[in-house]
């Protein structure tokens, strides 16, 4: 039997890849087509019984026994990362919050990317979700409000999902109370809305001597209260819902503090390009004397001024926290690699969560 000579067969091997470049892009470009056509059509990405008979149809296609399942794995890598790019393509124009149509993110999202498709999630493990699973471009999230303070369940997000911080938008939340239309003021006896909604409106809700009940976010809260036809009941929420769920605004701007300001993350899968001014971090620091003093010491010097150091219990480890540390400046290749090393001795976890810049509310 004639040995062909290593480099022969090597040179045959780089030809069959250049082939199989070509019919790569070439699929993948179909698969874009299949991706568009979808979209116009309103058909879902994941078609289970048409990947059945992809995988048949390639075995089939294998002369040799031994190679008809290896065939079928290899597909069906191919039809994943298809789906994936599939997913991309539908998710460029789509942004995901969590609530309804009405509540604070989704105004938010609107004003953010005004000319987006906005995509309703029910919760903020769903707007993570959207996101990584690129069937939304970017998550709008409320991180920190300026007087009920962190919410803990986004922290426990950019812990749990491998995302990034795009930007941040610091919007100004005016409160009202809505009530059904033939309601007065002086029938209210309960009210409905987001527990810092209810928080950053204590003062006058304890004025009005009312019970509270809190709802997954505001704009659930109106459309319960518009539901129930019942006048002693309102919710808290933006003025938009008065019209939205045909209720009435009983009283506007009831927040204790007139600058009552939501700062909103912008989660992306991937890392913004754009140069920031601001940048962030996820920490846990080891359980020796002075390792978060350390790890701050880190911080400052590679250059970032720490305005923000917020911390949340770590779940599944008790009385053990990770902290989000935000900072002035930013990092990039060498420094930022150099900065997670001299991290490591005092951090069991340390994530880099990319770059941003902060927006303002006249800014949007």
């Not at 062909?4 to 892009?25: C, M, T």
């Not at 040799?64 to 124009?93: G, V």
């Not at 997000?157 to 033939?182: H, S, T």
């Amino acid at each position: 039997m004639i040995v062909k000579e290593l480099n022969e067969i090597r040179k045959e091997i780089d030809a069959i890849d250049d082939q199989l470049a070509a019919l790569f892009e070439a699929r993948l470009n179909l698969v874009l087509d299949v991706a568009r056509y979808k979209d116009a059509h309103g058909l879902p990405v994941f078609d289970e019984s048409r990947e059945k008979i992809v995988l048949e149809k390639g075995k089939d296609r294998i002369q040799n026994p031994e190679f008809k399942e290896d065939f079928a794995t290899w597909l069906q890598q191919l039809m994943d990362l298809a789906k994936k790019q599939e997913r991309e393509l539908l998710s460029l124009n789509t942004v995901a919050y969590c609530g309804v149509e009405g509540a604070f993110a989704h105004s938010a999202a609107g004003r953010l990317f005004p000319y987006a498709n906005l995509k309703s999630c029910s919760s903020f493990g769903k707007v993570f979700k959207a996101v990584t699973r690129h069937e939304a471009q970017y998550g709008v999230l409320p991180l920190e409000n300026s007087n009920s303070g962190l919410v803990g369940e986004v922290l426990d997000g950019l812990m749990n999902y491998p995302v990034f911080i795009d930007q941040v938008a610091d919007v100004r939340i005016k409160q009202c109370l809505l009530g059904l239309e033939e309601a007065e003021l002086s029938d209210i006896q309960w009210v409905y809305s987001k527990d810092q909604a209810l928080w950053q409106s204590k003062d006058f809700l304890d004025a009005l001597h009312v019970q509270t009940v809190p709802y997954p976010n505001t704009a659930m809260a109106a459309q319960y209260v518009a539901q129930t036809g019942d006048k002693t009941k309102a919710a808290i929420g933006a003025k938009e819902n008065a019209q939205l769920y045909g209720l009435k605004v009983l009283a506007e701007n009831i927040e204790s503090d007139s600058s009552n300001t939501t700062r909103f993350l912008v989660i992306s899968a991937h890392e913004n390009t754009e140069p920031g001014d601001h940048c962030g971090l996820l920490i846990s620091v080891n359980s020796t004397v002075g390792s978060l003093a350390k790890a701050i010491n880190v911080i400052s010097a590679f250059g970032l001024n720490m305005d923000s150091l917020q911390s949340r219990p770590r779940k599944g480890h008790p009385f053990e926290y990770f902290f989000y540390v935000q900072a002035e400046g930013d990092l990039k290749g060498q420094n930022l690699e150099a900065c997670m090393q001299a991290l490591g001795p005092v951090c069991t976890i340390r994530r880099w969560l990319g770059s941003f810049s902060i927006r303002k509310d006249e800014e949007l």
